[in-house]
């Protein structure tokens, strides 16, 4: 399942990933934050709205956007830690990065639930923000 | 002892800022990677030195288990936040007396004697910087007024 997810992503097929989530999963993607004055911001809903648009625009703003499954420990009760390397080639401006045309290649780690139907309940991703700022030429912390 | 133990223990220790605890709960050739800070190296040095400067830095240190599993190949896999508030240099980072809290992922591997044998630690620095009061990834131990 973990792995289809990943091939999906691969392949750029956003509805592909998405059908691998049962309807109401949630993500969290650790590091989207954005910090307002009133309230921050976090990457954070279901699979169907926040998860789809997160995936969908990175595709865009990185065209060749690919991924390495590195490692897959599968644990009781559906979870599931995947080790994965994603890099791309960055075409547009992102997540307040401005478009410089640089590649990036980056450690993440995922933690998945799935559940007993073998649809993904949950996704969590860990990586380092500073690091994919450094490596598209971007060095404001905000 | 379970690795589930393992694990437990060794976040009670980070916690508690015992460094000698937490090696104690390692092999002797137990590795660490902390993906971040691109640090890659023994247990006992890279680890140690990681570990020293979180507890010399933030005195208060809370460690919080949000999420802890054993997965196959027996990797103990655990989502924790650290709170603290800073009262020393960290990570090159000027002492603001600001409080922070860090959402972070581990992976430990342990050996069948129970004992840890790899440990990888993922988190984003730059939540770190942010929370910190640093405005530039080139000007870390510059920080905001």
Not at chain 2, 7 to 31: H, I, S, W, Y
Request: proline share 3%; charged share 25%.
């Amino acid at each position: 399942m973990v792995a289809a997810f990943f091939a999906a992503y691969r392949a750029h097929d956003v509805e592909g990933m998405v059908d691998l989530c049962a309807e109401g999963a949630r993500l969290r993607y650790v590091p989207f934050e954005v910090w307002g004055r009133q309230r921050v911001l976090h990457g954070e809903g279901t699979v169907r709205t926040v998860g789809k648009l997160i995936w969908t625009a990175l595709i865009d703003a990185f065209p060749d956007l690919t991924n390495t499954v590195t490692s897959l420990r599968v644990g009781a009760e559906g979870n599931v830690a995947a080790e994965v390397s994603i890099g791309g080639t960055q075409a547009k401006p992102f997540g307040g990065i401005a478009n410089a045309g640089r590649r990036y290649e980056l450690p993440h780690l995922f933690l998945f639930r799935v559940s007993g139907g073998e649809l993904i309940e949950d996704i969590v991703a860990y990586w380092d923000y500073a690091a994919w700022k450094r490596q598209l030429g971007c060095l404001e912390v905000d | 002892m379970t690795a589930q133990d393992t694990a437990e223990k060794f976040f009670g220790a980070m916690q508690a800022g015992n460094v000698d605890a937490v090696l104690a709960l390692a092999t002797p050739d137990a590795t660490v990677w902390l993906v971040p800070l691109d640090r890659r190296g023994p247990l006992a040095a890279d680890g140690a030195r990681y570990l020293g400067e979180l507890a010399g830095a933030f005195p208060d240190l809370l460690v919080r288990v949000r999420r802890l599993f054993v997965a196959a190949g027996r990797t103990a896999v655990a989502e924790i936040t650290i709170e603290g508030t800073q009262a020393g240099d960290f990570l090159g980072v000027a002492d603001q007396e600001k409080q922070f809290d860090l959402d972070q992922a581990w992976m430990l591997t342990i050996a069948e004697d129970d004992r840890i044998s790899a440990v990888t630690g993922y988190w984003d620095q730059n939540q770190l910087y942010r929370r910190l009061g640093v405005k530039r990834l080139d000007k870390i131990n510059i920080a905001a007024g």
